[in-house]
């Protein structure tokens, strides 16, 4: 008998709650209720929130390393209820990762536009758009310690 083990790690669906970016969308949606509809997807151990289409949010998207993960992670969405027309746009720049897209089709017309398109409260838009994050980054980066060999 063979046996054939894949190196790539499961895609394992959990409770929105589970997701490590749950509070970001509950503090950032105009319905932050709505992220207690969406679902966890981890990839790598590392869970990301997906929000459904629903009230003021037309559309959502999460961006994936590479083509397996994003067919994989569309074709589970696409059996959930939230996810219409579920599709992988794939990058064209090696640097920039694929996405994989839900709802309708996100606009073109500025920032403004995309924020209301995914749902996102008007304080949060303009919060974005004045360029004001709602965390303190450190003003400088800490000194890592290097080993070196002699």
Excluded: K
């Amino acid at each position: 008998m063979i046996r054939v083990f894949s190196a790539r790690p499961p895609l394992t669906l959990a409770p929105a709650r589970d997701a490590v970016d749950y509070q970001w969308y509950r503090d950032r949606l105009a319905d932050p209720d709505l992220v207690n509809a969406g679902v966890s997807i981890s990839l790598f151990r590392m869970p990301l929130l997906a929000v459904p289409v629903a009230g003021r949010r037309r559309g959502g998207f999460l961006s994936v390393g590479n083509l397996i993960d994003a067919y994989s992670i569309g074709g589970l969405l696409a059996r959930r209820t939230g996810f219409p027309d579920t599709r992988v746009r794939w990058s064209v720049y090696p640097d920039t990762c694929h996405v994989v897209e839900w709802g309708g089709r996100p606009p073109t017309g500025g920032d403004d536009a995309l924020g209301r398109f995914y749902g996102y409260s008007e304080a949060a838009i303009a919060e974005f758009a004045a360029g004001r994050p709602r965390f303190n980054l450190p003003v400088t980066a800490p000194t890592l310690a290097v080993a070196t060999a002699r």
